[in-house]
């Protein structure tokens, strides 16, 4: 079946530097998987920071970047400089063409961002 | 504006007890809509999704049943709680019918089986 694996249970960073939380997928349905990036800051629901459809293509969303790299079969997070309210769990997933909209999710990752 | 309501907050049951979680969409017509579920330490899984009013589909057997008996609404719920129903549940809503829509989520329900 498909899957979803970030590497990353939690990363700490200092504010103002440079960050990467790690995706890739593995996806055994026919066509290529719609690649989301989903944040649920404290005290409010998950929420979806961007998303990316097409292969080869960059999301973007509030300072973050996202490339859809179909050969590495990744979906790294990044941003060049973090700031603490970016202090967040962080969830990578995937839906394939043929299921609808089930969504697939990673572990997630929880940024803590200190000053 | 759309809004997505779950009830309760949070919830302390014991096993074998029965349990029932709900969740509201306003604002939108004929939305689809989903239960998630996260084990502590595990990953959001899929349960169940509905795309109309009477029709639900399980996607993870685990027990539970869900029932959509109104456009708006969507319920949880199981007769006897097992001590593995512990943790995080979702419920979410959709638009549009392909593999790239946007799900929006509620703020979830803590349970807690003891």
């Known amino acids: 079946g498909d899957s979803v694996t970030q590497t990353e249970g939690q990363v700490t960073v200092s504010e103002s530097k440079s960050l990467i939380i790690n995706c890739t997928y593995s996806?055994?349905?026919?066509?290529?998987?719609?690649l989301f990036w989903y944040v649920r800051y404290p005290g409010e629901g998950l929420q979806l920071l961007l998303k990316?459809?097409?292969?080869?293509q960059k999301g973007s969303s509030r300072g973050f970047e996202a490339t859809y790299n179909k050969e590495a079969t990744s979906f790294h997070l990044q941003k060049a400089s973090v700031q603490e309210s970016d202090s967040a769990v962080y969830y990578c997933?995937?839906?394939?063409?043929?299921?609808?909209?089930?969504?697939?999710f990673g572990q997630g990752t929880i940024l803590k961002v200190y000053l | 504006a759309q809004t997505i309501h779950q009830w309760p907050v949070a919830e302390i049951k014991a096993v074998g007890s029965p349990l029932s979680l709900g969740c509201t969409i306003k604002g939108k017509s004929s939305p689809n809509l989903y239960w998630y579920w996260q084990a502590t330490g595990g990953t959001l899984q899929q349960l169940f999704y509905s795309i109309t009013v009477g029709q639900v589909e399980s996607v993870v057997q685990l027990n539970l049943s869900a029932s959509r008996p109104k456009d708006d609404q969507f319920i949880l719920s199981t007769e006897k709680l097992l001590l593995s129903h512990s943790g995080f549940y979702l419920c979410?809503?959709?638009?549009?019918?392909?593999?790239?829509?946007?799900?929006?989520f509620g703020s979830g329900t803590r349970l807690t089986v003891l």
């Open positions: 997933a995937l839906s394939a063409t043929s299921s609808g909209q089930k969504l697939v």
């Open positions: 996806a055994t349905s026919i066509g290529y998987p719609n």
């Open positions: 979410a809503w959709s638009l549009g019918r392909t593999s790239a829509e946007t799900l929006y």
């Open positions: 990316v459809i097409t292969a080869g």
